[in-house]
Nanobody, 124 residues
């Protein structure tokens, strides 16, 4: 059974940092692309970063480029999202998700498996 467990959210002041973790199980880590998404109240789910685990390639939405860094630890089957220089507009529930292949995408409908979400609140 494919499972994804996101954690690490919390309350942080603007300009601060958080690191989110996504622990994955039930599939071969190298065979999947893993993405991070977020959804703020009343807004559509937004793809912000993904990693192609077999190639180690990373991709970012413009809204987070230069501030967020995605990485993976294959030994731990875990993907991280380091978030720096956080802004109030980064406030959202953050989700990790896995595709059934290693093709990168920031389009949430192309992901098949989802974690439960972790709330990030950035105060001004």
């Amino acid at each position: 059974e494919v499972q994804l467990q996101a954690s690490g959210g919390g309350l942080v002041q603007a300009g601060g940092s958080l690191r989110l973790s996504c622990a994955a199980s039930g599939f071969t880590f190298d065979d999947r692309a893993i993405g991070w998404f977020r959804q703020a109240p009343g807004k559509e789910r937004e793809g912000i970063s993904c990693i192609s685990n077999s190639e180690g390639k990373t991709y970012y939405a413009e809204s987070v480029m230069g501030r967020f860094t995605i990485s993976s630890d294959k030994a731990k089957n875990t993907v991280y999202l380091q978030m720096n220089s956080l802004k109030p507009e980064d406030t959202a529930v953050y989700y990790c998700a896995a595709r059934t292949d290693n093709n990168w995408s920031l389009y949430y409908r192309s992901y098949d498996y989802w974690g439960q979400g972790t709330l990030v609140t950035v105060s001004s």
